[in-house]
């Protein structure tokens, strides 16, 4: 079976397969007419422990589209259900099929999905299909925040099916090969608590806490440690997310994974000109996801979390509730706390100062005022050379930057050492929207070269290479008001 990619190095070991029906599906990819490679990510299939140059680019691109299978997967839709812009649907995988669980070089497990693979019994109206922009689009972005340092399911593989896709116009068709620690997302948890098997909440319980956190399996309260586990994951992901400027744009709570990476890539975008209020996403008229938003719902979404662990974290209903409420009133402390601890390392101070959040709090504010590029700003306090300076002659920034190097002599600080801290926490380069828009155009025309380029420089985001200012510019001005679709 399949010997043409048996010498990739696939090493499955299927654990979610084996969870209770009512979870999943199991099915196959619906095989597709033509695949063709569009990219491959080298680097990551080296960490995974596979060898593509093991077979040919034919069968990388019948493999990477589904038709042909390795050996040892369990194809599988999972179920799940989420709070959509914050309306309860019963939801699952509508468009992907977990083709099994990988365990890599260094004997991680990760989950092998592929998205836009078909229909599945979750697929309610839509076709199981997926279009090459929104693919290409999650693997450019993805890519780009694990490089930033950021937790993320990875991309493996995009290939062109030589189908057609029909949205409001006909597109591409395409599928994207994801890597995540797995696909257990607070939606899973939502669906697991109201589905008629009653026992199906605990077998995913465990089945969470053995694979993704193992230590609270002794605990007294385990229940309450893994929500404050993974609201603690949670909480970093969304500081790193305002750190460097990122906008999920679809925070619905079938989109938090438990494992605390980034997950599902849609209108997601990052921000320019420092705005609180940005959105991009089109489908996010109130401003629900925007950026200032995204701790509150972080939030909201683990509240959720914990409403449907409730019957797990004790046999007293209202006990349960009484420690749950408390638990997720714990939050705004928690990420206050990492959102301090973080914007001083993008200004390199060192220990705590009172005037600290002062002095944040009006950068920030100068910087909303002043139209001014967030990704930048930090750049030019590193005395990184960026295009438009004009703007920090201001008499604001000035006066502010002077408080700012005062504060810098704290706690036997130096300037190495605070650019240091800085260096670390401030990219160079982000996936510019204009820029993503053109390698995307581009690659929808055979052209793949734009989208090569702009990977190079976002694979590393905080070394300053040769040719990186024209990467750096904000939007041109009529790109202001860029705007993302869903992409289904
Ligand atoms: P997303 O917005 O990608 O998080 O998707 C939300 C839900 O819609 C998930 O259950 C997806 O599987 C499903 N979905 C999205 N696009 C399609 C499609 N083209 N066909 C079937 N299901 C889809
Ligand atoms: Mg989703």
Redesign the pocket.
């Given at each position: 079976m399949n010997k043409a990619i048996s010498k990739i190095g696939w090493r499955f070991d299927n654990t979610y397969s084996k969870l209770p029906d009512t979870m999943l599906s199991k099915l196959s990819p619906i095989p597709v007419k033509a695949p063709q490679i569009i990219i491959i990510n080298h680097s990551l299939s080296k960490q995974l422990g596979l060898d593509f140059s093991t077979t040919n680019e034919e069968n990388l691109a019948l493999m990477f589209s589904g038709n042909l299978l390795p050996e040892g997967s369990d194809a599988i839709a999972q179920a799940y259900a989420g709070h959509q812009f914050g309306h309860f649907t019963m939801?699952?995988?509508?468009?992907?099929i977990v083709i099994g669980e990988h365990i890599s070089k260094n004997n991680q497990r990760f989950d092998i999905q592929f998205k836009g693979s078909g229909k599945t019994p979750?697929?309610?109206n839509?076709?199981?299909?997926a279009a090459l922009g929104p693919m290409l689009r999650e693997y450019i972005i993805s890519e780009a925040i694990h490089a930033l340092n950021i937790p993320t399911t990875r991309s493996l593989a995009v290939v062109k099916t030589g189908e057609t896709v029909m949205r409001e116009t006909p597109l591409i068709g395409a599928i994207l090969t994801r890597v995540a620690k797995s696909h257990i997302r607070v939606g899973t948890f939502q669906y697991a608590v109201i589905s008629e098997d009653k026992k199906n909440l605990k077998t995913l319980f465990d089945y969470t806490v053995e694979r993704h956190y193992p230590h609270i399996k002794d605990s007294k309260t385990p229940a309450l440690d893994l929500l404050k586990t993974v609201m603690e994951k949670q909480t970093k992901l969304v500081v790193d997310w305002m750190r460097v400027g990122f906008i999920h744009g679809?925070m619905?709570t079938?989109?938090m994974a438990i494992s605390g990476e980034t997950i599902?890539y849609?209108p997601c975008a990052f921000m320019d000109t420092y705005d609180p209020e940005t959105v991009f996403s089109s489908i996010d008229q109130q401003g629900r996801y925007a950026y200032f938003n995204q701790p509150g719902i972080a939030k909201w979404n683990l509240a959720r979390l914990a409403e449907s662990l409730i019957p797990l974290i004790d046999n007293d209903k209202d006990k349960a509730i009484k420690i749950a409420t408390e638990t997720i009133n714990s939050f705004s402390e928690l990420y206050k706390k990492n959102w301090f601890k973080m914007m001083r390392k993008k200004l390199g101070l060192l220990g705590e100062d009172l005037k600290d959040e002062g002095l944040i709090i009006d950068l920030l504010t100068w910087m909303h005022q002043n139209k001014a590029d967030y990704t930048n700003t930090f750049c030019y306090l590193m005395n990184e050379k960026i295009k438009e300076e004009k703007i920090y002659s201001n008499q604001g920034f000035i006066s502010w930057k002077q408080q700012w190097q005062e504060r810098l002599k704290l706690h036997k600080n130096s300037p190495e050492k605070s650019l240091e801290l800085m260096r670390l926490a401030n990219p160079l380069v982000i996936p510019r929207n204009h820029k993503v828009e053109e390698a995307l155009e581009a690659a929808n025309n055979d052209d793949l070269s734009p989208m090569k380029n702009l990977l190079k420089f976002l694979e590393k985001p905080y070394e300053n290479q040769e040719g990186i200012i024209e990467y750096q510019y904000p939007a041109p001005p009529s790109n202001e008001k860029y705007q993302t679709f869903?992409g289904?």
């Open positions: 939801l699952g995988d509508g468009r992907a979750f697929s309610r839509g076709d199981g299909r679809v619905n079938d989109n599902d849609g869903c289904t």
